[in-house]
Every structure is written in structure tokens, then in C-alpha cells.
């Protein structure tokens, strides 16, 4: 915990790493200074794309004390502002399952041989973020702990699967080897709750450790402070739960 004493310093810069099918991509990488060892955290950007909401958020893990990388997801699609980058991703249906789990793997490998590592590292993700984090906690060995804010299309229909999107991620709960956090608001529409409870159920059946936590008065993208969605008592308590869960798991 924080005291007014310690020292307290953060480095944070745009750096290149190696993701799916060895390509070099750019991330977003903040870290504490000091004597660590310090876990680590990789930030899976919601659909929105690779944004200040989410270079934001890299820094505040980093002052919790946690290596952050936040690769960016939308590499290949070409570079402008986030939103025109994000909006060629959706005009092309998102980008592929496998391409988004290798480089989340990617940045997992990244941050976990960087000297200053304690070789803990989570994995947090918010809207289509959620959905490639719990994918990558799944697919992607290694995550030591797994937070999902209102990942979308966790749970899919058959009539909602593409070349991008072979598979329901439901369908990886088997493999989730790590604890998972999840985050969600009753007045949402994807996830509705009753997806959420489909998901719960799943969890549950394969004896898996998990925690939702689901608020009344919040729908979609509640800790979102630059936009009207945005909840502050609800975004309160989940940033609590986040932290309290990551300490638990990774420190």
C-alpha cells in the first residue's frame, strides 16, 4: 500500500514486440521504478481501439505497482487516429481470434522475461477486450490471473460464427487455467445477463475459480470516464474488486 514516503517513479513509452506469426507490432508499455520484482499486467483494447482510454489505464496499473503492456491489437489494419483505425477493424469484422491470441501470448512472453518481473502476469480486458482476454487466458498458457469487463460474444450462437470468429470462447472455458474476475452491468445488452448466467454456469460446471460481480444501474462500459456510460459508484467498487482480486493472485 501507498505511503507518503516512498519513493515512487514510473517509465512509460511506446515500444515494438513480437506477436502472432512472429510480426512486429507496436505496444504501450508503463512500469514502477524501483527495486522490484513487480508482477506484470497485459491490456487487451476494447473495439473502440488502441486509445488513450487505454494508454490511461496501462499508467494506472503501473501506479498500482504492476509492468503493464498493451499491445496494440490493430497493428496490421494501418495507422491514423484510433477511431479510423477501429473502424476499418469492424468494416473488415474484427480481427481474428488467433491473430489477437497470439499477440496477447506475445506480450505475455514480453513482460514476463523483462529482468525487473516477479514471472506473475494477469490479463485485463473491457468490451472485445474481455472477449480476446478470456480467449488468451484459455488459449494462451502462462496467465497467472484473468479480469473480463463486459466481454461481449463470450457466449455465441452458431449463426454468429465467422472466418474471424470460428469458435465460441465458451467453448475454451475447459482450458481457463487461471482464476478469472468478472465485471459486468445488469443493463447491458451484450453481455445481456442472461448470457453472463450462461457463462457463470459453464464456470461452474467445470469447477473452475472464478468471481463475477454484476451492478445494478450500469450497462455497457461503466468505467469509461471520458463518456456518458459511465457509472461512478459502480466503477468505484469494481476498480476496488480489480485490484483487491490482481493482489491476491499476482503479488
Not at 457466449?155 to 454468429?160: E, R, S
Not at 482464476?179 to 457463470?200: K, R, T, Y
Not at 468505467?223 to 503479488?251: C, I, N, S
Request: charged share 20%; glycine share 12%.
Amino acid at each position: 500500500m501507498y505511503q507518503t514516503n516512498m519513493y515512487e517513479g514510473l517509465l512509460a513509452e511506446t515500444i515494438t514486440m513480437t506477436g502472432a506469426n512472429g510480426d512486429s507490432i507496436n505496444a504501450y508499455l508503463a512500469r514502477p521504478l524501483g527495486k522490484g520484482p513487480f508482477p506484470a499486467m497485459v491490456l487487451a483494447h476494447h473495439m473502440p481501439g488502441w486509445d488513450q482510454w487505454y494508454r490511461e489505464t496501462t499508467l494506472k496499473f503501473a501506479q498500482h505497482g504492476y509492468i503493464t503492456i498493451s499491445p496494440n491489437l490493430y497493428f496490421r489494419s494501418g495507422h491514423g487516429t484510433p477511431e479510423d483505425v477501429a473502424a476499418k477493424v469492424r468494416a473488415d469484422g474484427g480481427i481474428p481470434d488467433d491473430q489477437a491470441v497470439g499477440d496477447l501470448a506475445g506480450a505475455l512472453k514480453h513482460v514476463r522475461e523483462l529482468p525487473y518481473s516477479n514471472g506473475k502476469v494477469g490479463i485485463f480486458g473491457t468490451c472485445s477486450g474481455g472477449r480476446h482476454a478470456y480467449i488468451a487466458a484459455c488459449r494462451a498458457p502462462g496467465f497467472d490471473a484473468i479480469v473480463d469487463c463486459w466481454g461481449g460474444r463470450v457466449v455465441m450462437t452458431p449463426d454468429q460464427l465467422t472466418k474471424n470468429f470460428p469458435a465460441s470462447p465458451l467453448d475454451y472455458t475447459k482450458d481457463l487455467a487461471c482464476p478469472i474476475l468478472g465485471l459486468f452491468g445488469n443493463d447491458d445488452s451484450s453481455p445481456a445477463p442472461e448470457q453472463v448466467n450462461h457463462h457463470e454456469a459453464e464456470l461452474k460446471r467445470l469447477g473452475k475459480n472464478y468471481e463475477f460481480h454484476r451492478y445494478d444501474g450500469a450497462g455497457h462500459g461503466f468505467f469509461y470516464d471520458h463518456a456518458p456510460m459511465y457509472r461512478q459508484a459502480q466503477a468505484v467498487d469494481g476498480w476496488q474488486k480489480t485490484f483487491a482480486f490482481l493482489e491476491k493472485y499476482l503479488a
